[in-house]
Structures are given as structure tokens and as C-alpha cells.
């Protein structure tokens, strides 16, 4: 199935440190949506954002939505230890009352050793 | 106020069998989509049910087969299980295309 490309797919954090991470597609979407996922669990929303260029944050979580409407990136202020997990970007169109979401593999951080 | 709830948790089928999964969607959304999340993949969509209608289809052969009931809440079937068919499944809630909620989905092992 189709997938966004999201990358890093992997990187380590040191608490304190900033970390960035990007989603790009070949399609432009109308929604761009980043959520983490914590094992076990199902992936929790942290951001939503509904038009090109709007620049929305959560805390110390700064999404973008780009202008070509291609592509978003998801920056983390500060990491701290609880930020390990897997965070997923997600596509959407919706319209017509049909819509589903098309999600990139995925960056997962870990703590440095 | 109790967001999207799946159940089982977890289950274990043979090759060959049938499995339904359920899911009771957020309170407020009237729309509901199936993923199957394969390990170290991101989600893929299965369909999307609106107003008790499959609404939207991935690309999912026919053994994988859905209902919504007139409360919004929503079952999946899976028939003539594979091995490739084990992988978290996960449930989101939606009205509108807004405020995608996902459950915490259902660990399928087929054996």
C-alpha cells in the first residue's frame, strides 16, 4: 500500500537535545495529521494542521504544514525521556464524507546510551 | 469520556479460521476506519464505514469484510485466515474528517 516518505527512520536523543523530523509524499494532501505511537498502544494525535504553511505547536512539539502541500515536519524542543516512542506523519483528503489517512513508516527515537 | 475502545486485546487463530473484531467508536463520531499495522510499518488502510455504507476501500482482498451498526460502533471479519494476516489492527473514529482517534488496537497471531 501507499506510504509517505518520513525520515529519519531511526534516531537517539540525549535529554535536552532538539529533534526534527520530516514527511514528504508525491501527493498533496489537505490535512497533515503526526501522531506517536508507545508500544503496545494505538498512535495519539499531537497535531493537527488544516492549511499550507500554517505552523501550529503542542507544548514543546512544533508541526508545519509545507507550502506545496507536499510535505511537513514535526520539530521536539527539549526532549525529555518520555519522548521515546515511534512518531508516524499521516496524509489526508477528505471530501464527499470519504477520506482515509496515508501514513509514512515512521521515526523512532530512542534514548542514547 | 471513553475514546475509541477494540476489543479483544489479544487473540490467537489457526490458518483457515474466521476472526471479528469490534470497535465502539469516540463519543461524538459517527465514522470509523480499519488499519492493519503490520511490526515496524506504518498503518494501512482497510476501509471506512459511514452511515452503515462502506464508504472507502484499500487495497484488501474480499476475505477482509466490515458492518457498522445504526450506534456507529463497528465490526471487522476476516475469513480463511493467513499467516500474513497476523498484525496489530487498530480502529479510528472520526465525524467529518476531523479528530481522528485511534483505539489501541487488537494483536492478531495466526498460527
Known amino acids: 500500500g501507499q506510504q509517505l516518505n518520513q525520515s529519519p527512520q531511526s534516531m537517539f536523543i540525549q535529554e535536552g537535545e532538539d529533534v526534527s523530523m520530516n514527511c514528504t509524499s508525491s501527493?498533496?494532501?489537505?490535512?497533515w495529521l503526526w501522531y506517536k505511537q508507545d508500544p503496545g498502544e494505538g498512535p495519539v494525535l499531537l497535531i493537527a494542521?488544516?492549511?499550507?504553511?500554517e505552523l501550529t505547536s503542542n507544548g514543546r512539539l512544533t508541526a508545519q504544514f509545507g507550502i506545496t502541500r507536499k510535505d511537513s515536519f514535526l520539530n521536539i524542543s527539549a526532549s525529555i525521556p518520555s519522548d521515546v516512542g515511534i512518531y508516524f506523519c499521516?496524509?489526508?483528503?477528505?471530501?464527499?464524507?470519504?477520506?482515509?489517512?496515508?501514513f509514512g513508516k515512521g521515526t523512532k527515537l530512542s534514548v542514547k546510551p | 469520556d471513553a475514546g475509541v475502545t477494540q476489543s479483544p486485546t489479544h487473540l490467537i487463530k489457526t490458518r483457515g479460521q474466521q476472526v471479528t473484531l469490534r470497535c465502539s467508536p469516540k463519543s461524538g463520531h459517527d465514522t470509523v476506519s480499519w488499519y492493519q499495522q503490520a511490526l515496524g510499518q506504518g498503518p494501512q488502510f482497510i476501509f471506512q464505514y459511514y452511515e452503515e455504507e462502506e464508504r472507502q476501500r484499500g487495497n484488501f482482498p474480499d476475505r477482509f469484510s466490515g458492518h457498522q451498526f445504526p450506534n456507529y460502533s463497528s465490526e471487522l471479519n476476516v475469513n480463511a485466515l493467513l499467516l500474513g494476516d497476523s498484525a496489530l489492527y487498530l480502529c479510528?473514529?472520526?465525524?467529518?474528517?476531523?479528530?481522528?482517534?485511534f483505539g489501541s488496537g487488537t494483536r492478531l497471531t495466526v498460527v
Open positions: 494542521l488544516y492549511k499550507a504553511g
Open positions: 479510528a473514529s472520526s465525524s467529518r474528517g476531523l479528530g481522528y482517534t
Open positions: 499521516a496524509g489526508l483528503n477528505y471530501g464527499g464524507s470519504q477520506g482515509n489517512l496515508i
Open positions: 501527493s498533496i494532501f489537505n490535512t
